[in-house]
T-cell receptor
Framework: ETGVTQTPRHLVMGMTNKKSLKCEQH?????MYWYKQSAKKPLELMFV???????ENNSVPSRFSPECPNSSHLFLHLHTLQPEDSALYLC????????????????FGPGTRLLVL | SQQGEEDPQALSIQEGENATMNCSYK?????LQWYRQNSGRGLVHLIL?????REKHSGRLRVTLDTSKKSSSLLITASRAADTASYFC?????????FGRGTSLIVHP
């Protein structure tokens, strides 16, 4: 276990549904991340939160809406998704995302496998 | 782009053999990390090597870094069936790592 949990682990939803993915980290980290992993593609960074403030939005469509109520919890709200949004959604955390000169180890959750019908 | 690219895309070996995966990147880095991912799971950090280091070991893992060639290699010695997974290198010019497509390793018992 990495100390990062994600729920649900699997989700099937229709294009008109609204659902939310949840991520929780028990590591005392200050930065949290959402990634999308599709087959045969590199891991795509979606959002970064640092001390509850969003610091990166990697041109993600507005049908994905993140929320970070505190440093331990991160949500990804989904609405009117498309079939091409089907993927594995990974949450990660790191001690901090401050400082431009070093890269920090990320701790990943097990992911939510999303299927949009 | 800072993105690292792993090579080969897929590798199939017998248990007990060594497995070598390579990563190439395009711009200068401060450090490079290797991660492992079992099918359908999250990534797990394996090892970090800094730009001023040339080689690093962790158990059966050996990582090298050649900043002049902008490349890194991950060697898994005496592989086991449990090493079957995808392996990713991660590079960054700031604090956010960029991952490649990974190398899919299959170790046959």
């Amino acid at each position: 276990e990495t100390g990062v949990t994600q729920t649900p682990r699997h989700l099937v939803m229709g294009m008109t549904n609204k659902k939310s993915l949840k991520c929780e980290q028990h590591l005392g980290h200050n930065a949290m991340y959402w990634y999308k992993q599709s087959a045969k593609k590199p891991l795509e960074l979606m959002f970064v939160y640092n001390f509850k403030e969003q610091t990166e939005n990697n041109s993600v469509p507005s049908r994905f809406s993140p929320e970070c109520p505190n440093s331990s919890h991160l949500f990804l709200h989904l609405h009117t998704l498309q079939p091409e949004d089907s993927a594995l959604y990974l949450c990660a955390s790191s001690p901090t995302s401050g400082g431009a000169e070093f890269q920090e180890t990320q701790y990943f959750g097990p992911g939510t496998r999303l299927l949009v019908l | 782009s800072q993105q690292g690219e792993e090579d080969p895309q897929a590798l199939s070996i017998q248990e007990g053999e060594n497995a070598t995966m390579n990563c190439s990147y395009k711009t200068s880095i401060n450090n490079l990390q290797w991660y492992r991912q079992n099918s359908g799971r999250g990534l797990v950090h394996l090892i970090l090597i800094r730009s001023n280091e040339r080689e690093k070991h962790s158990g059966r893992l050996r990582v090298t870094l050649d900043t002049s060639k902008k490349s890194s290699s991950l060697l898994i010695t005496a592989s086991r069936a449990a090493d079957t997974a995808s392996y990713f290198c991660a590079t960054a010019k700031s604090y956010i790592p960029t991952f490649g497509r990974g190398t899919s390793l299959i170790v046959h018992p």
